[in-house]
């Protein structure tokens, strides 16, 4: 490693014992540009630090890193939002089903849960993102907190009558489904978010909300075209990443096989 201090190298420097005593007097005695060391500072990369085990300076960029990871710390702002959602998630249902799942006052509170967890959704994510926040826990808790609290409207809605089972069924089977894709193709690839697919959560967060709701005459029919609308943006958008997926294992696939031939030869 260059601009090693001679003090780290045995005392071999020309300067002797003053060598070992100071990474800026060896460099002054070696006088070696190869060794890259300052007569004001010693080695970028090997001087002595005063503080630090073995004399040895980190490295700048290891200490932005660090300074990184310690920055996105699990108990960030985005983190906290998702665990909101998925503490909601149980709230949600027992006001849902509160006094038998029909009471007005109660449906009104388990709105309120609903949509303060559709909108934290709507946050997290961008913070995340926005000031590097991303961690490993909010990774795999904010796809779970989102279908979590989708899963016990639709299943709650359905128990009691107000929703068909088969609505729930296709919602869910496509995000189970569509979820599980993703993860069968990321050795090739990710499928980004499209448009539809937040078309299709807009949609399906606002048709579940008139649904929770105990709203009755026009609304009640309104509702009914909007959750009709989400069932098709559903539909339709799980078959567009299905799509995708296909095309980007054959991508991969070809990639690789470009890949191999090329080693070969």
């Known amino acids: 490693m260059t601009g090693v201090p001679a003090s780290a190298a ?55 890193a660090a300074a990184a990871v310690n920055q996105a710390s699990v108990w960030n702002v985005a983190n906290l939002l998702t665990m909101l959602r998925l503490v909601l998630v149980p709230a949600f249902v027992a006001l849902m089903l ?83 894709l993703r993860f069968i193709v990321i050795r090739y690839g990710v499928i980004p978010a499209s448009r539809g697919g937040k078309l299709k959560t807009l949609t399906q967060g606002v048709a579940v909300g008139m649904y929770i709701l105990a709203l009755t005459g026009w609304l009640a029919t309104l509702r009914w075209w909007v959750m009709a609308a989400a069932v098709v943006l559903t539909v339709v958008t799980g078959l567009d990443y299905v799509r995708q997926a296909i095309v980007l294992r054959r991508q991969g696939i070809a990639e690789r096989k470009a890949a191999l031939e090329e080693t070969e030869a």
């Not at 060391?37 to 960029?61: I, L, N, Y």
């Not at 009104?108 to 909108?119: E, G, P, Q």
């Open 98 to 180: 509160a006094d038998g799942g029909y009471d007005p006052a109660w449906r009104s509170l388990a709105w309120a849960a609903f949509a303060i967890a559709m909108i934290t959704d709507l946050f997290d994510g961008h913070l995340a993102r926005a000031y590097n926040l991303v961690t490993d826990f909010g990774k795999i808790a904010d796809p779970i907190a989102d279908k979590a609290i989708m899963g016990a409207a639709l299943i709650c809605l359905s128990a009691l009558g107000d929703l068909p089972w088969w609505v729930t069924g296709v919602i869910l089977g496509r995000e189970l489904g569509i979820t599980l």
């Open 10 to 64: 045995g005392g071999s420097s020309p300067a002797g014992a003053a060598g070992r005593a100071s990474a800026v007097g060896s460099s002054k005695a070696g006088g070696s540009k190869a060794g890259g060391s300052k007569a004001a500072g010693g080695s970028k990369t090997g001087g002595a630090e005063p503080g630090v085990p073995g004399g040895t300076k980190p490295a700048r960029g290891g200490k932005i």
